[in-house]
């Protein structure tokens, strides 16, 4: 590709962008006057992202270019990019939310989310440096069989990034309609098309470059929106958790999360409820299992991994991650006073009509602090959070994409197809956009496709795959002695097929009946509801009367979702699998799933014997420990 | 890559110096692994079992699961920074050693 078609298709593609933007400023629903804000500073985000894309075309020439920005990135600078991987959409917009909604749950996430990143730190990144190139399954064939192993990682890497892309797709389709109010489709092909022009054109420099920009904007944003909601309680931290406390309408969430129980407690103590745990999860199991899902998914998805192989040595490596730690630590805790100081300014009740899994919080939060609905700052903190969540999810499918990409071109193209026959740096770099352009134009398929779609089932698929597949077998390589093909194919398909297998029986899909019998008691208590409030109405107390016609409102609601409920499951009794309950009470299968791909490691390795596997350990256990001065070698 | 038949790994590997290293490194990298997923998993299990002691209120409204929860945050941060220095100061030099050393006994690795 020349340079002049590159920059032609550049700008076709910005042409897109910014059309994509003006159909945003023509369509939005709310905030009229302002349009033309949210529309220059998305623009703004969007250029400074495309010029970055620009220069960076000029410097990819070859496939390690391409996958890996030619190992040139510093372990600062991948921080910051392994951040801006990490913090998607689903993370800081979703967590932000369940904290304004649930309290003390939401935050046990953020917790999570971090210590995941002690496994990848003490475990995985020095080693994948010190071994791999550019993808999971270079670690897996090291010692092992080539051609097999590479077929089933790469179609690991595909299945975890494709339910992880999914997720990011969807949620990001709907976050982007409901911030800017474009409808779905055009949203995800807005996503799709600038996530492809950075990763075609820049490849892993673009894609590296375009998450640094993000993770810094979204770390000053929330910094800034932090710092104004603190200060008023004169950055005290007891001050702010008793303004949260005290909050009647915080106090007003609890009393409807909790029901019966509630009616004994007084106002303080439903308030310092908010701050205690189990308003969010109900099964103890069910949360350590997503604890152990998270702490082992993370080391096992693609993108994560990828990162690893941007930088020079296992130093930088190291660098890297205890920067990206110290980055999202830092913003997770910030997550605390964005999803508390949401709750308290906006109102959970308030933040759950606009979403009901309490996305918008931080945003809604932003346009509070800068002033309200009404203001110019207020609306540009909406605009440029908004932006920065936009921008956040186009650069997490840039690094998904990249992922697959170089699965498909690297390990099943250039590794299997044409293994023995060497292709050119030239073909290589081709395949590799032939390839990207082929994901990318599938996921924005798959994105529109999957429209409703669970979003929360897709993450925690990803999550179960990479921690019960991925992980035991890149671990087991890197420090078994035993391992080999055998055990590497055992674990990747027990992995894979109980993660899957035990989600698809879990109460994470949707069964008809439950729905349908949920939706009838909404109706039988119809009844009962309306004279309660009709009563309430002819009351002499203002207050009383404003309740009952909130109470009113919230029953009609609910009442029309239960119609459509029974109207949409008609008379199916069975989930998507043909079970009318689920087999399993728990949502999360780690519990389970890990150790049966470790387990399946295990055993398939003892039952294949395979000398190459065990006369390459030798190198492996030299490499993993000391690879300093031989992986520097490797970078000349 | 280099190519593997021009280093002599089972040198290495006999080398005193690299299996003093291993074992060193194996047992320092372990124990901090089993340490950070021991106290992590004590958030979720506190939470759950012990959370009468979770909502006891130490500093105003704040109460002990909310600094437990804090907590996690310094104790990840402070392994990561603890096994950096270590790594940097101590397991980086003593590998460097041994590559140096083997470099010059012509073990030299080959460039790609």
């Known amino acids: 590709m020349t340079a002049q078609i590159k920059r032609w298709s550049a700008a076709g593609l910005f042409t897109v962008a910014a059309l994509a933007a003006r159909t945003a400023w023509a369509q939005a629903g709310a905030d009229t006057d302002y349009r033309w804000l949210t529309f220059t500073v998305f623009a703004v985000i969007i250029l400074i992202t495309m010029y970055v894309t620009y220069v960076a075309a000029k410097r990819v020439r070859s496939a390690s270019d391409f996958y890996t920005a030619g190992g040139g990135v510093s372990g600062f600078q991948n921080g910051w990019a392994i951040a801006g991987d990490y913090l998607s959409a689903a993370s800081f917009l979703g967590i932000a939310g369940l904290i304004a909604l649930y309290g003390y749950d939401g935050f046990m996430y953020s917790v999570g989310f971090l210590v995941a990143y002690i496994t990848v730190l003490l475990l995985i990144a020095e080693p994948c440096r010190n071994i791999g190139r550019y993808t999971l399954a270079d670690i897996l064939a090291y010692r092992n069989d080539p051609k097999k192993t590479r077929i089933v990682g790469a179609l690991s890497v595909i299945a975890v990034s494709t339910f992880y892309l999914t997720a990011q797709m969807v949620g990001g389709g709907v976050l982007v309609k409901t911030l800017i109010g474009i409808n779905y489709e055009t949203s995800v092909t807005c996503v799709g098309v600038l996530m492809l022009s950075y990763v075609l054109f820049g490849g892993m420099v673009a894609t590296t470059w375009v998450q640094i920009i993000k993770a810094v904007l979204l770390v000053c944003a929330s910094l800034v929106i932090v710092g104004l909601v603190w200060v008023q309680y004169g950055f005290s931290f007891p001050a702010f958790l008793q303004g949260i406390v005290d909050d009647p309408r915080v106090q007003a969430r609890v009393a409807s999360l909790l029901g019966d129980p509630a009616k004994n407690m007084s106002a303080l103590e439903l308030g310092q409820r908010f701050l205690e745990p189990g308003l969010y999860f109900k099964a103890p199991i069910d949360q350590i299992s997503l604890g152990l899902a998270l702490i082992f998914g993370t080391a096992g998805l693609p993108h994560i991994l990828m990162r690893f192989f941007t930088v020079r040595t296992a130093l930088q490596a190291r660098r890297s991650v205890v920067w990206a730690m110290a980055i999202i630590g830092g913003f997770y805790l910030l997550t605390l006073f964005l999803g508390f100081g949401a709750a308290h300014s906006v109102g959970p009740a308030n933040i759950a009509a606009v979403d009901a899994g309490g996305n918008m919080a931080a945003p809604l939060l932003a346009q509070y602090i800068g002033g309200g609905p009404n203001s110019l700052f207020g609306n540009f903190m909406l605009a440029f959070v908004s932006a920065v969540a936009f921008a956040t999810i186009v650069a997490v499918v840039a690094g998904l994409v990249l992922a697959s990409a170089s699965a498909i071109a690297h390990d099943l193209y250039v590794g299997v197809v044409r293994a023995g026959k060497p292709v050119t740096p030239e073909g290589q770099v081709r395949a590799a956009r032939i390839a990207t352009l082929v994901v990318g134009a599938a996921s924005i398929a798959i994105g529109i496709g999957a429209k409703g779609q669970n979003v929360a089932v897709l993450v925690g698929l990803a999550f179960a795959v990479a921690a019960s597949a991925n992980f035991p077998c890149v671990l087991l390589t890197l420090y078994w002695k035993r391992c080999n093909t055998g055990g590497i194919i055992a674990g990747m398909l027990v992995g894979t097929i109980a993660a899957v297998g035990l989600t698809l029986v879990s109460p994470n899909l949707t069964y008809p009946r439950a729905v349908k019998a949920a939706a009838h008691k909404v109706l039988d208590g119809e009844a009962a509801k309306r004279t309660a409030s009709g009563e309430a109405l002819a009351s002499s107390d203002a207050d009383v009367v404003t309740k009952a016609k909130k109470d009113l409102a919230a029953l009609d609601k609910a009442v029309a979702k239960a119609h459509a409920d029974i109207d949409k499951w008609g008379d199916a009794t069975t989930s998507f699998m043909g079970l009318e309950e689920p087999l399993i009470k728990m949502k999360n299968p780690g519990i389970f799933s890990i150790p049966l791909g470790f387990l399946a490691v295990l055993i398939g390795s003892l039952l294949f014997r395979d000398r190459r596997a065990e006369e390459l350990w030798n190198e492996v256990y030299v490499r993993q420990n000391i690879g300093l001065l031989v992986s520097k070698s490797t970078a000349h | ?112």
């Open chain 2, 1 to 112: 890559m280099t190519t593997p038949a021009t280093v002599d790994w089972d040198a290495i590997i006999k080398d005193p110096r690299f299996q003093s290293l291993h074992r060193r490194k194996t047992s320092f990298l372990w124990g901090l692994m089993a340490v950070s997923v021991v106290y992590f998993l004590m958030l979720p299990i506190g939470a759950a079992y012990f959370q009468d002691l979770f909502d006891v209120r130490v500093w105003g409204v704040v109460n002990v699961g909310l600094l437990f929860a804090l907590s996690e945050f310094v104790v990840t941060l402070g392994i990561a920074i603890l096994y950096s220095r270590k790594a940097s100061s101590d397991f980086d030099v003593v590998a460097a050693e041994i590559s140096a050393d083997f470099a010059k006994r012509g073990a030299t690795p080959s460039k790609e």
